[in-house]
C-alpha cells in the first residue's frame, strides 16, 4: 500500500496524525508513506515534519520528496505544486491522506484536487 500525505504547516495535532498512521500499519501488511519533507532542512513544518517524524518513530517506511523551490535559480513560487503532482504520478499511490487546517492550505487543496482529478481516493482529515 502507498499511501501519499499531505497536509496543512500550520497543523499542530501530532496525536492526529499518529492515530492515523498507526490505523494504516494495522491495515496493511506492507505500507510505504510518501511525504513532501526534507529531513536535512528539516522543513516544511505542519503535517510533512509530523507525519515524518511519526513515520520513523512507528518503523514505517517513509520516502520524502521535497519540493525543490530553488532549482530554477530563483525561488520556484510553483514548487509545492510541482512537488504534489510528482507525487502523484511517480508513485501512484493507492490513497492520499490529507490533514487540512482551518484556513488558507493552498498545497493541501492543491494536492486534494490533483488526486481526485487521478481518480486516487483521498482520506480528509479536519482538524479536531
Same mark, same amino acid.
Given at each position: 500500500m502507498i499511501v501519499v500525505c499531505t497536509g496543512s504547516r500550520t497543523w499542530t495535532? %501530532?496525536?492526529?496524525?499518529? %492515530?492515523?498512521?498507526? %490505523?494504516?500499519?494495522? %491495515?496493511?501488511? @506492507?505500507? @510505504?508513506?510518501? /511525504?513532501?519533507?526534507? *529531513?536535512?532542512?528539516?522543513? *516544511?513544518?505542519?503535517?510533512?515534519?509530523? /507525519?515524518?517524524?511519526?513515520?520513523?518513530?512507528?518503523?514505517i517506511h517513509v520516502v520524502c520528496e521535497p519540493a525543490d523551490w530553488d532549482s530554477k535559480g530563483y525561488f520556484n513560487r510553483g514548487a509545492g505544486m510541482e512537488r504534489n503532482i510528482l507525487m502523484l504520478e511517480k508513485y501512484e499511490p493507492n490513497l492520499v491522506v490529507a490533514f487540512r487546517a482551518k484556513g488558507k492550505s493552498n498545497g493541501t487543496d492543491h494536492c486534494i484536487k490533483e488526486a481526485r482529478k487521478r481518480h486516487i481516493p483521498v482520506q480528509l482529515n479536519n482538524e479536531r
Open positions: 495535532d %501530532e496525536s492526529q496524525i499518529k %492515530e492515523k498512521l498507526l %490505523e494504516l500499519q494495522n %491495515e496493511f501488511d @506492507s505500507l @510505504s508513506v510518501v /511525504v513532501g519533507y526534507d *529531513p536535512h532542512k528539516k522543513t *516544511p513544518k505542519g503535517v510533512d515534519r509530523m /507525519v515524518y517524524k511519526w513515520c520513523k518513530a512507528l518503523g
